[in-house]
């Protein structure tokens, strides 16, 4: 096991409030970004230290990895569809935490990406996340892993919660498109234990990584399963991907973080093309398949 202080971006979000726990339970000490000392206080009372700024705030970041030998960076804008804001704080941000591990000495990062990022289409996130990760690029002495995850199923995730209520109460659920193209949903257990794999493994993880399901499902055939499990009964309502794209679009202009940014629709309107048998033989990561993880969340009735 990698023992050590380690840092933390994106702490208080959906996978990091899982992180830190998981972290601190095997002996890791955390010191964990935050903005808001309010949004911080599920963590702090787990046993972090917690920093208050931002990844636009340098003075912050050289705080956070005081005496941290790595850094595992989750913090970004994932709900907008403004390029600007997705640069600025993606982008300038990943940028500013290198520069701040060149000043404090911190030579390993782990650095949570996205699928979207390798996608054919993609808009303002997708293209920042891949941007993100080229600031990782070309540092001396310095090793980072770049995770790019599909989507990640479990309770505390905005989109995912949102998601679970609709196809649980409603019989008719709109999607963009016609509802066939393949998703690999990884749940978030899984990818917590991978992240803690990832930081083990030390060198020989300079790379970048797909990280999904092991299987692929239809959009269609999510919300069926979905709502299943839930003792609902529902079926896609297909929205044309022009009209999904422009509404999301339309958010994003009236809404700094809307419900859904354009990226995400485009998730749903291509299949996930991912290969997670580099990950799964480097690392030994076998992660559950998806009904097996729904059964875990909402109980054994899928």
């Not at 000043?103 to 390798?118: E, F, H, Y």
């Not at 973080?257 to 290969?275: E, G, K, R, S, Y």
Request: charged share 20%; hydrophobic share 45%.
């Amino acid at each position: 096991m990698l023992e050590g202080k380690i840092a933390v971006t994106g702490a208080t979000g959906f996978v990091g409030t899982a992180l830190v726990p998981a972290l601190l339970k095997r002996g890791n000490p955390v010191r964990a970004l935050a903005r808001e000392a309010a949004r911080a206080q599920q963590i702090e009372r787990a046993g972090a230290s917690v920093v208050l700024g931002d990844l636009l705030n340098p003075p912050s970041l050289e705080e956070l990895l005081d005496g941290c030998i790595a850094v595992i960076h989750m913090g970004a804008v994932a709900d907008s569809s403004d390029p600007k804001l997705n640069h600025d704080v993606n982008v300038v941000g990943s940028r500013n935490l290198v520069a701040a591990c060149k000043t404090k000495g911190v030579g390993r990062a782990v650095n949570i990406s996205s699928t979207c990022a390798g996608r054919t289409l993609r808009d303002a996130y997708g293209q920042s996340k891949l941007d993100a990760e080229r600031e990782f690029v070309g540092i001396p002495d310095f090793i980072t892993t770049h995770l790019r995850p599909t989507m990640i199923y479990g309770h505390g995730s905005k989109e995912f919660d949102l998601f679970a209520r609709v196809t649980g109460s409603l019989p008719r659920v709109p999607i963009p498109g016609d509802g066939s193209a393949k998703l690999r949903p990884v749940f978030l257990d899984d990818f917590i234990d991978l992240m803690l794999r990832v930081l083990d493994a030390g060198p020989t993880t300079d790379q970048t990584f797909d990280v999904a399901g092991p299987e692929s499902v239809s959009v269609s055939e999510f919300i069926e399963l979905l709502a299943r499990v839930q003792g609902n009964r529902a079926t896609a309502l297909r929205v044309p991907a022009a009209a999904a794209i422009a509404g999301a679009r339309l958010l994003g202009r009236l809404q700094r973080h809307p419900f859904i940014n354009v990226d995400q629709v485009m998730a749903f309107l291509q299949d996930t093309c991912v290969d997670i048998q580099p990950v799964r033989s480097q690392l030994l990561w076998d992660p559950r398949p998806l009904e097996e993880g729904l059964a875990e969340l909402f109980g054994d009735t899928v």
